[in-house]
């Protein structure tokens, strides 16, 4: 009782920070959401996402997050598996080396991008030092996909590399012991058991992936119209905070929509669970 | 699901990080003696700042923003009360007939008298008998281009943006205002034009070019251009000579359309608190040691008649710097729009580059 009474008291700096810059911040939203500029009742700003323009930005958005994932999904668990396979005794130490980059400010490494990917660029560069045609990259949806991909594939391998390191090695070893091959075990075995790393490596790639703004802003050479850039306009530009906050609302509509679809898997899969 | 509930709450407060970005800023100016000044990017030499504070004893909060709906949204916000702006002439306007402005004591400006009048003439357009702005610096909008790629022939036209040859080879400008002036340059239309077709039109020439264009830029142009990712750039004057300076094969011009002049002016908001302080901070910049080092770092027009003193021949028959009579014959001021055009123009805008 005291040792309950003790923990739920440590947690109140975090239940008021929770409450100040989370719950509050939201019902303001909300009520910009729901609200005219001149501060009359309205449903106008929610739904205006129909609208062909924010309804395109918004598919695009879901275009490029889902890409996005999919390929931090292919590149991380294979690394993450590698990582997990190491024979080395300081692992930690390889596992840092992927979180160093994100020490680094993350404009500056998507500047640096720009530097690569320019007509002029790094990359161009090199391509017809070799004699071969030159790319047009940068300031192109793919320029944001890959400046996605770069930013957010950390958040992807660590849950999966954790998953990983959880499975008991026994486990495997007696998928081989009853004659599994490699393949076989690693579909039947390695997978199901790193599913909880999966998903939540999905969520968060796919989720800040859906409602970024940045990496657009700076890669996309203002070409690139994202459903963030929208909103982010409507506040600066446009200076329509109840119209960002509606479509702001309608965002995280779908970010819950996709998150509780991800959860509904995660919970069908979890009978089967070993451990 | 207690894990969930955490990714949950993380993912809510990343989707907030945003709206926090935008909206908290704090206000912790308003309280102390120090004078919030507004100013666009790359607008000052550092060192006139600390002079000032140094010989007025008065403590300064700089600020500055990208472009002038930045510098609109920022004020209207309203955290923070600015003591003195600079900004573009139809902003101003704007803000003038929307009762934002203070007058301007000039009694107490003994550096005034530096000033050119003619341009103080010119500000007449935005500032009908001269009661509110002091004029910054002022300049065109041409095409920055580079001569090993164009040649002055295609560039003296504002349809060279339009020429497939220069596929993603082209900058726009990364402003609505600016970048519907060239397509009605194009069209023969007025730049203040409020009639929709006409603004139509505009629209329709602008989504044609986006195929050509390899990025809306504004701050970032004159980068792009020593580094020759790109052949042409629609640009601010002082952009251009400060990329010149940087690349001898980069060359600017104002088409043979026309174009825009701007001048952008000093001016006082309701919001101040300081008014004092503020004129003195006015009158400043209008002293000759200041508006010279400002001109040697920014490269836009000064409307200042003593710095002409401190510089060679070359620098003042610049005609990127100091365009000449012909192209400021050529060029019209921005009239602000009025509240239905403005957000017409602004949807416009948005559709363009979700084209």
Redesign the interface.
């Known amino acids: 009782m005291i040792n309950r009474l003790r923990t739920s008291f440590l947690a109140t700096p975090y239940a008021v920070w929770i409450l100040i810059c989370t719950i509050l911040p939201l019902f303001y939203i909300l009520g910009y959401a729901i609200t005219t500029p001149e501060g009359s009742f309205t449903l106008s700003n929610l739904t205006a996402i129909a609208d062909p323009v924010h309804l395109s930005s918004l598919w695009l958005s879901i275009k490029v997050a889902f890409v996005t994932t999919i390929i931090c999904l292919v590149l991380a668990y294979p690394v993450a598996l590698i990582l997990h396979n190491l024979k080395i005794s300081n692992k930690g130490f390889v596992v840092f080396l992927f979180i160093l980059p994100m020490w680094m400010n993350f404009m500056l490494r998507i500047l640096a991008w720009q530097i690569i990917l320019s007509n002029n660029g790094i990359l161009n560069s090199i391509l017809s030092a070799i004699g071969l045609p030159t790319v047009h990259i940068l300031y192109t949806k793919a320029a944001v996909t890959l400046g996605m991909v770069y930013d957010f594939l950390p958040y992807m391998i660590l849950p999966i590399y954790n998953a990983l390191s959880k499975i008991n090695d026994s486990v495997i070893e007696a998928a081989a012991d009853l004659g599994a091959n490699w393949w076989t075990t690693f579909t039947k075995i390695t997978i199901p058991l790193s599913r909880d790393g999966i998903l939540s490596g999905i969520i968060m790639v796919f989720v800040p992936a859906l409602s970024s703004f940045v990496v657009s802003n700076l890669l996309g050479g203002g070409k690139v119209l994202l459903i963030g850039n929208v909103i982010e306009q409507e506040f600066t530009l446009a200076r329509n905070w109840n119209l960002g906050s509606g479509l702001s609302i309608i965002l995280m509509i779908f970010v819950l929509v996709s998150m509780s679809i991800m959860n509904r898997l995660d919970d069908s899969e979890n009978g089967g669970m070993l451990v | 699901m207690k894990?969930?509930a955490i990714?949950?709450?993380n993912?809510?407060?990343?989707?907030?990080a945003?709206?926090?970005f935008?909206?908290g800023c704090g206000s912790d100016a308003e309280s102390t003696d120090t004078l919030v000044v507004l100013n666009y990017g790359k607008y000052i030499e550092a060192d006139v700042l600390k002079r000032f504070e140094k010989e007025t004893g008065i403590k300064v909060k700089y600020e500055e923003y990208e472009?002038v709906?930045?510098m609109?949204?920022k004020y209207?916000a309203g955290s923070i009360n600015y003591d003195v702006i600079c900004t573009s002439d139809y902003m101003i306007e704007t803000m003038r007939n929307e009762g934002e402005l203070i007058p301007i004591d000039y009694n107490s400006l003994p550096n005034y008298k530096n000033i050119d009048p003619a341009i103080i003439e010119a500000s007449e357009a935005f500032d009908p008998s001269h009661k509110y702005t002091v004029p910054y610096f002022y300049g065109t909008v041409g095409i920055l281009y580079n001569t090993k790629m164009v040649d002055e022939e295609t560039v003296s036209s504002w349809k060279s943006l339009w020429d497939p040859a220069y596929k993603?080879?082209i900058v726009m400008i990364?402003s609505q205002r600016d970048a519907f002036m060239v397509a009605q340059e194009v069209l023969g239309y007025d730049i203040n034009t409020t009639n929709k077709e006409q603004l139509d039109d505009t629209f329709n020439l602008l989504c044609d070019e986006?195929q050509y264009?390899?990025?809306?830029?504004q701050d970032e142009t004159y980068e792009?251009m020593i580094?020759?990712?790109?052949a042409m750039a629609v640009c601010y004057s002082g952009e251009a000579a400060m990329g010149m300076e940087y690349n001898e094969d980069l060359a600017y011009t104002v088409p043979k359309e026309g174009g825009n002049l701007w001048i952008d002016s000093w001016f006082v908001p309701r919001t101040c608190k300081h008014y004092d302080a503020a004129m003195k901070w006015i009158d400043f910049m209008c002293e000759e040691e200041a508006a010279t080092e400002n001109f040697e770092y920014v490269w836009y027009a000064t409307p200042n008649m003593e710095v002409a003193k401190h510089e060679d021949e070359e620098t003042l028959a610049d005609e990127t710097v100091f365009p000449t009579k012909e192209t400021l014959e050529r060029c019209k001021l921005y009239e602000a729009y009025d509240n239905d055009t403005l957000d017409y123009t602004?949807?416009l805008w948005?559709?363009l580059?979700?084209y």
């Open positions: 894990k969930k990714i949950l709450l993912i809510f407060t990343v989707l907030l945003n709206c926090f935008l909206t472009s709906e930045d609109y949204a209207k993603n080879q990364n986006k264009v390899y990025a809306y830029l792009c580094s020759e990712d790109a602004t949807t948005k559709k580059k979700a």
